[in-house]
């Protein structure tokens, strides 16, 4: 079982940058692929970024890639999206997720069968 909680969302000028931390709960988080989703209202849920369980590999979404880069630490059981150059269309609740799979990230649709979510943290960019 792994708990997942968001933080560093916020409200920041296009151009801007924002950090967000989720923290994981459970002894075996550094088994765990983490990876990022977003919603914004009236949408589906898509991917962001993700992250192997070594950290040794990442994935990024074509919007993002360029500007948000995902890196983990898996002694402090978190994992990170560090958001620059953000644009009024990355506003969104984003939400933390965890998985075995690495490839379950990219290929399921909306994030479905990603096995645990965090409850989400909003970003807002101000054009």
């Known amino acids: 079982q792994v708990q997942l909680v968001e933080s560093g969302g916020g409200l920041v000028q296009a151009g801007g940058s924002l950090r967000l931390s989720c923290a994981a709960s459970?002894?075996?988080?550094?088994?765990?692929?983490m990876g990022w989703f977003r919603q914004a209202p009236g949408k589906e849920r898509e991917f962001v970024a993700a992250?192997?369980?070594?950290?040794?590999?990442?994935r990024y979404a074509d919007s993002v890639k360029g500007r948000f880069t995902i890196s983990r630490d898996n002694a402090k059981n978190t994992v990170y999206l560090q958001m620059n150059s953000l644009k009024p269309e990355d506003t969104s609740v984003y939400y933390c997720?965890?998985?075995?799979?690495?490839?379950?990230?990219?290929?399921?649709?909306?994030?479905?069968?990603?096995?645990?979510w965090g409850q989400g943290t909003q970003v807002t960019v101000s054009s």
């Open positions: 459970g002894r075996t988080f550094g088994s765990y692929a």
């Open positions: 997720a965890a998985d075995l799979s690495l490839v379950v990230f990219t290929t399921a649709l909306s994030g479905k069968g990603v096995d645990y």
């Open positions: 992250i192997s369980w070594t950290g040794g590999t990442t």
